[in-house]
């Protein structure tokens, strides 16, 4: 099956650092991909999609100067998280659908797991 | 956030009976919906998709459809174990195909 790359799986950093996250598909060329992050015993909360070759789409609430998205290429999306803070550490997950795929086909990253000291 | 909610559980139930897992939306346009399973400190991985009203049943699982109702449920037979896990319901958001909204999820444990 198609499989999509999250990089890195774990990630600690100190407060006021950034950090970046890579996600990537490895078989398939995704137009979109789709940012979540998870807190514990929470529900996937979407964070924004990311588009091909043009600026991301943020949810409600999310601020898109403190999550940075770039979607340079139809593999990859990377997600920085700015200026983090311990509020911030969270499980991050990205999804990517096939260009060429149907509404239900989405393929998910392994996640990645961020702690802010 | 479109509202996407599930009981919350934990579902226990022995190996062997029927898990029911059931999720309502707020969305009344909402035309796609999923079933994922998510392992502790893993991604989702999707486990069933329903479109129309009704039942689509796949090996042990059977999601049901009703969008009268906004609400869509699993049902998982002869329960296994390693179905232990929690179970994501999402619905399809907007007109970008592949935008989901997650349900909190339901932790199942299946107990030998």
């Not at chain 1, 770039?70 to 550490?89: C, F, G, I, R």
């Not at chain 2, 035309?31 to 400190?41: C, D, I, N, V």
Request: hydrophobic fraction near 30%.
């Amino acid at each position: 099956g198609a499989v999509v790359s999250q990089h890195p799986s774990w990630v600690i950093c100190k407060s006021g650092t950034s950090v970046k996250i890579e996600c990537r598909s490895l078989d398939f060329q995704a137009t979109t991909m789709f940012w979540y992050r998870q807190f514990p015993k929470q529900s996937l909360m979407l964070m924004a999609t990311s588009n091909e070759g043009s600026k991301a789409t943020y949810e409600q609430g999310v601020e898109k100067d403190k999550f940075l998205i770039n979607h340079a290429s139809l593999t990859l999306s990377t997600l920085t998280v700015t200026s983090a803070h311990p509020e911030d550490s969270s499980f991050y997950i990205c999804s990517a659908r096939p260009t060429t795929g149907g509404a239900g086909e989405l393929f998910f990253g392994e996640g990645s797991r961020l702690t802010v000291l | 956030q479109k509202e996407v909610e599930q009981n919350s559980g934990p579902l226990s139930v022995p190996e062997g009976a029927i898990a029911s897992l059931n999720c309502t939306y707020s969305d009344r346009g909402s035309q796609s919906f999923f079933w994922y399973r998510q392992y502790s400190g893993k991604s989702p991985e999707l486990i069933m998709s329903i479109y129309s009203n009704g039942d689509k049943e796949d090996g042990r699982f059977t999601a049901q459809l009703n969008k009268a109702s906004q609400y869509v449920s699993l049902l998982i037979r002869d329960s296994q174990p390693s179905d232990s896990a929690t179970y994501l319901c999402a619905v399809a958001g907007g007109s970008t195909l592949g935008r989901l909204y997650f349900g909190r999820g339901t932790q199942l444990t299946v107990w030998p």
